[in-house]
């Protein structure tokens, strides 16, 4: 009897996990690595291809988690592979800080053509998101002459100090590193499923506008001496919350009104994940800087800084990074782009759309889903005790993102209390509803246990 070949494109479990190979790397990563780092389960990655992660016992797991939403158009695309060879083969580094590159052009020439409005741009090239944020941050202040700013409760910005100064995501993030960076105030981001301390869900753009101008203004901080506000359209570690187009509108203007730089946070958001470039692009608005990395270079460490040509006037010395725009990541960039504007950005927009309407009933059938919010292959779900009372269940969601990993789904949490999913942008409807349908089990087996 001939044996049906198993499919590529879906998990395939064949030891207990974690496996004999992976429990040996494991007990090593224990003894040298950090113990600084965050790992929700034992999983020990061996190979990717597309949405697919082998381990190092032969297990294969679906990803919906990207790589912390990274590799947009999948674990080791074709194209991006074929650029990387061809660049390493090529030149490896000179440093765009004192010379310069044709790739680093090219790919500042195409993220100034995708960034909002039609006005110029420039280009600030780093390796990662908490130097996008920490380049933007010297910029804003080195453009007003001002010195203070203003983030959002729940952000997340970075761990380096300055941008840790903006975070307001966890404590623990925050404890024992000191005084951070003076002149850093928060303000309610607006929640549209809890409203903001105490406010109906409804006015929650209104509230959080609202208590800029009559709370910080008034009583905290005088507009004039705010250099930046920084925001994400959709919060990632706050729970992949989205901000309401007209609160971005109103943010946009409020910023217009009293002379302070708009800096969205697109780390997480950008690069196609929503199903357009940019997640302010939902809002029709034109930020004064877009913050971009992980999804910018399938897995290259690079993050970028666009902003309008008039802000970037900071003067040669001011701001540099040695490796910032390092060659291969430079080249792997420009093939994620080559396949994001082809078919991934599109292939989001659909597949979440996908997703939304196959998860439109679950608030009736699991008593413990409060909210299933997303745009694009940007999606929370937020887990609650009572639906009713929207109490947190921060234990159910961290049961849920276990039993999905033993069951071959790569899931990560949000916030306190959220399943996040953010997986490559090239999966298709099968992989989806394998996806979902493991996630409705493990709800539905997680809430029997309570």
């Given at each position: 009897?001939?044996?049906?070949?198993?499919?590529?494109?879906?998990?395939?479990?064949?030891?207990?996990?974690?496996?004999?190979?992976?429990?040996?790397?494991?007990?090593?990563?224990?003894?040298?690595?950090?113990?600084?780092?965050?790992?929700?389960?034992?999983?020990?990655?061996?190979?990717?291809?597309?949405?697919?992660?082998?381990?190092?016992?032969g297990?294969?797991?679906?990803?919906?988690?990207?790589?912390?939403?990274?590799?947009?158009?999948?674990?080791?695309?074709?194209?991006?592979?074929?650029?990387?060879?061809?660049?390493?083969?090529e030149l490896?580094?000179?440093?765009?800080?004192?010379?310069?590159?044709?790739g680093?052009?090219?790919?500042?020439e195409?993220?100034?053509?995708?960034?909002?409005?039609?006005g110029?741009?420039?280009?600030?090239?780093g390796?990662?998101?908490?130097?996008?944020?920490?380049?933007?941050?010297?910029?804003?202040?080195?453009?007003?002459?001002?010195?203070?700013?203003?983030?959002?409760?729940?952000?997340?910005?970075?761990?380096?100090?300055?941008?840790?100064?903006?975070?307001?995501?966890?404590?623990?993030?925050?404890k024992?590193?000191?005084?951070?960076?003076?002149?850093?105030f928060?303000?309610?981001?607006?929640?549209?499923y809890?409203?903001?301390?105490?406010?109906?869900?409804?006015?929650?753009?209104?509230?959080?506008?609202?208590?800029?101008?009559?709370?910080?203004?008034?009583?905290?901080v005088?507009?004039?001496?705010?250099?930046?506000?920084?925001?994400?359209?959709?919060?990632?570690?706050?729970?992949?919350?989205?901000?309401?187009?007209?609160?971005?509108?109103?943010?946009?203007?409020?910023?217009?009104?009293?002379?302070?730089?708009l800096?969205a946070?697109?780390?997480?958001?950008?690069?196609?994940?929503t199903?357009?470039?940019?997640a302010?692009?939902?809002?029709?608005?034109?930020?004064?800087?877009?913050?971009?990395?992980?999804?910018?270079?399938?897995?290259?460490?690079?993050?970028a800084v666009?902003?309008?040509?008039?802000?970037?006037?900071?003067?040669?010395?001011?701001?540099?990074?040695?490796?910032?725009?390092?060659?291969?990541?430079?080249?792997?960039?420009?093939?994620?782009?080559?396949v994001?504007?082809?078919?991934?950005?599109?292939?989001?927009?659909?597949?979440g759309?996908?997703?939304?309407?196959?998860?439109?009933?679950?608030?009736?059938?699991?008593?413990?889903?409060?909210?299933?919010?997303?745009?694009?292959?940007?999606?929370?779900?937020?887990?609650?005790?009572?639906?009713?009372t929207?109490?947190?269940?921060?234990?159910?969601?961290?049961?849920?993102?276990?039993?999905?990993?033993?069951?071959?789904l790569?899931?990560?949490?949000?916030?306190?209390?959220?399943?996040?999913?953010?997986?490559?942008?090239?999966?298709?409807?099968?992989?989806?509803?394998?996806?979902?349908?493991?996630?409705?089990?493990?709800i539905?087996?997680?809430?029997?246990?309570?």
């Open positions: 009897m001939q044996v049906a070949a198993r499919k590529t494109n879906l998990p395939h479990i064949v030891t207990a996990l974690p496996g004999p190979n992976a429990k040996k790397i494991v007990e090593r990563d224990h003894q040298v690595v950090s113990p600084s780092y965050t790992r929700d389960y034992p999983l020990v990655a061996k190979t990717g291809r597309g949405a697919m992660i082998e381990d190092a016992d297990n294969t797991f679906l990803d919906f988690a990207a790589g912390i939403a990274v590799v947009a158009t999948g674990h080791c695309h074709p194209q991006v592979v074929a650029a990387i060879q061809k660049q390493a083969a490896i580094h000179m440093s765009c800080t004192d010379f310069y590159y044709q680093t052009v090219d790919l500042a195409k993220l100034a053509s995708i960034a909002p409005g039609k110029a741009k420039r280009v600030y090239f390796n990662s998101g908490t130097e996008a944020v920490e380049a933007a941050m010297k910029l804003a202040r080195y453009h007003t002459k001002r010195d203070k700013f203003i983030a959002f409760n729940g952000c997340f910005h970075g761990r380096t100090l300055g941008s840790l100064s903006l975070t307001a995501s966890k404590a623990v993030q925050r024992h590193f000191g005084s951070l960076l003076a002149g850093v928060h303000t309610p981001y607006p929640n549209t809890r409203g903001a301390y105490g406010g109906r869900p409804e006015n929650a753009s209104a509230d959080a506008l609202a208590h800029i101008e009559n709370e910080l203004f008034k009583r905290l005088d507009p004039e001496e705010v250099a930046a506000i920084f925001v994400e359209p959709i919060q990632g570690e706050g729970g992949y919350l989205i901000a309401p187009a007209e609160f971005l509108q109103g943010l946009e203007r409020l910023c217009r009104k009293h002379g302070i730089m800096v946070d697109e780390v997480q958001s950008g690069m196609g994940r199903g357009k470039w940019w302010v692009d939902h809002a029709g608005i034109e930020p004064d800087m877009i913050c971009t990395a992980k999804g910018i270079a399938s897995g290259m460490p690079l993050s666009i902003a309008k040509a008039e802000v970037m006037d900071w003067k040669p010395g001011a701001h540099a990074s040695t490796f910032g725009g390092n060659p291969v990541s430079i080249a792997a960039a420009l093939a994620t782009i080559g994001l504007e082809t078919e991934a950005i599109a292939n989001a927009a659909r597949v759309e996908f997703i939304l309407q196959q998860t439109a009933g679950w608030r009736e059938r699991h008593e413990s889903v409060g909210e299933i919010r997303g745009k694009g292959l940007m999606i929370g779900i937020e887990l609650v005790r009572d639906q009713k929207k109490e947190k269940a921060p234990e159910l969601r961290n049961r849920v993102i276990d039993m999905a990993f033993r069951k071959g790569l899931v990560l949490g949000a916030g306190e209390n959220s399943l996040r999913l953010a997986p490559p942008l090239v999966i298709d409807e099968e992989q989806a509803t394998f996806a979902l349908s493991t996630l409705d089990a493990c539905a087996e997680a809430e029997r246990a309570l």
